[in-house]
T-cell receptor, first 115, second 112 residues
Framework: DADVTQTPRNRITKTGKRIMLECSQT?????MYWYRQDPGLGLRLIYY???????NKGEISDGYSVSRQAQAKFSLSLESAIPNQTALYFC??????????????FGSGTRLTVV | TQLLEQSPQFLSIQEGENLTVYCNSS?????LQWYRQEPGEGPVLLVT???GGEVKKLKRLTFQFGDARKDSSLHITAAQPGDTGLYLC????????????WGAGTKLIIKP
């Protein structure tokens, strides 16, 4: 099994619909992240969580919400999807010093299309 | 605000050629990481450099951290089609609680 599992892998939804992307990890890490990737813009941080009770907004949190159900589970919701939220979404996890040594472990991504 | 700029944004070369990709910032980082991302997958960590001037080699890939810890380079010798992908650099520092700041990436295509 993958260290970080994202579901669904692909999703097409209509404008105005609520959609949830799910992420689970088996690394045993406390830190989890949701990123959005658009061509030429790199990875942009939507939300991050350092533990179950600690959730923080990233640089582009408007229009998104998250829930940390357990250490291993972190879900991302689009309350009312709009076309410019069409993108590739990644969940990642890291240890406390992921930015210093062992890095982030990413899921395979969810390709979301809003029509 | 810390920023990482990668250059070039896109590079297409023939198999067997050498290439260098750059990652630059005006900020100092405690560490610099390089990831490779293949289509349909998430980024995968290649290397972490933490000491100014540090050089690490991974087969045909050579990574260098600048002396001032503000920049890094990735050099590929005798590129192969399997090196094709998006290369991302990311910087971490203690004052951002080791969260990573990401560059926009270099899309590399190696033609057979």
């Amino acid at each position: 099994d993958a260290d970080v599992t994202q579901t669904p892998r692909n999703r097409i939804t209509k404008t105005g619909k609520r959609i949830m992307l799910e992420c689970s990890q088996t690394k045993g890490h406390d830190r989890m992240y949701w990123y959005r990737q658009d061509p030429g813009l790199g990875l942009r941080l939507i939300y991050y969580s350092f533990d179950v009770k600690d959730i923080n907004k990233g640089e582009i949190s408007d229009g998104y919400s998250v829930s940390r159900q357990a250490q291993a589970k972190f879900s991302l919701s689009l309350e009312s999807a709009i076309p410019n939220q069409t993108a590739l979404y990644f969940c990642a996890t890291s240890g406390e010093v992921g930015g210093l040594g062992y890095g982030y472990t990413f899921g395979s991504g969810t390709r979301l299309t809003v029509v | 605000t810390q920023l990482l700029e990668q250059s070039p944004q896109f590079l297409s070369i023939q198999e067997g050629e050498n290439l260098t990709v750059y990652c630059n910032s005006s900020s100092v980082f405690s560490s610099l990481q390089w990831y490779r991302q293949e289509p349909g997958e998430g980024p995968v960590l290649l290397v972490t450099v933490v000491t100014g001037g540090e050089v690490k080699k991974l087969k045909r890939l050579t990574f260098q951290f600048g002396d001032a810890r503000k920049d890094s380079s990735l050099h590929i010798t005798a590129a192969q089609p399997g090196d094709t992908g998006l290369y991302l650099c990311a910087g971490g520092s203690w004052d951002s609680n080791y969260q990573l700041i990401w560059g926009a990436g270099t899309k590399l295509i190696i033609k057979p």
